[in-house]
């Protein structure tokens, strides 16, 4: 990150930068260039996903129920197979029945959001998200 900074206008309807400023307040922003630095870095880590050979980070949750008889070793199988890509894993088991498995991912876009997707739709899966995030190379 560069000591320098940018100071730019910005015209708009004052009803939407009302609605702004009440949305970031809620969300705890103390003022309007972090919540502006935060919405210009979440649509550069949109576009990094969008490259689908760029390298890119992200984690996939997953809660199911580890009964589900062939679901653990399905989910183990899919890992095994794209193990270039995962690298860490956590497994909670959350009571009696249900375990709660959290991935984190690096690699080439295209890949990491087919490995996501694959395992938040694997059938069984109670709850299953990919959250796109960036290795922060590149990134200010
Ligand atoms: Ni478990």
């Known amino acids: 990150m560069s ?12 009803m939407l930068l009302e609605q702004f400023d009440g949305r970031i307040r809620a969300q705890g922003y103390t003022n309007r260039s972090e919540a502006i630095r ?5 649509s550069l880590i949109q576009q990094e996903w969008d490259d689908a ?15 589900e008889l062939e679901l653990p070793r ?10 270039d890509l ?14 709660l498995e959290v ?17 938040v739709s694997t059938r069984g899966i109670k709850h299953g998200k990919l959250t796109f995030t960036t290795t922060g190379a590149g990134l200010q």
């Open 3 to 14: 000591d320098q900074v940018v100071r730019f206008s910005v015209s708009l309807d004052p």
């Open 38 to 42: 935060d919405l210009i870095r979440e």
């Open 53 to 67: 050979a760029a390298t890119v980070a992200g984690t996939v949750s997953l809660v199911y129920d580890h009964h």
């Open 74 to 83: 399905r989910l183990t199988e899919i890992q095994h197979d794209h193990h």
């Open 86 to 99: 995962i690298i860490s894993t956590v497994h909670v088991h959350l009571d009696h029945h249900n375990c």
């Open 103 to 119: 991935l984190v991912l690096k690699g080439e876009a295209a890949r990491v959001r087919m490995l996501g997707e694959h395992l």
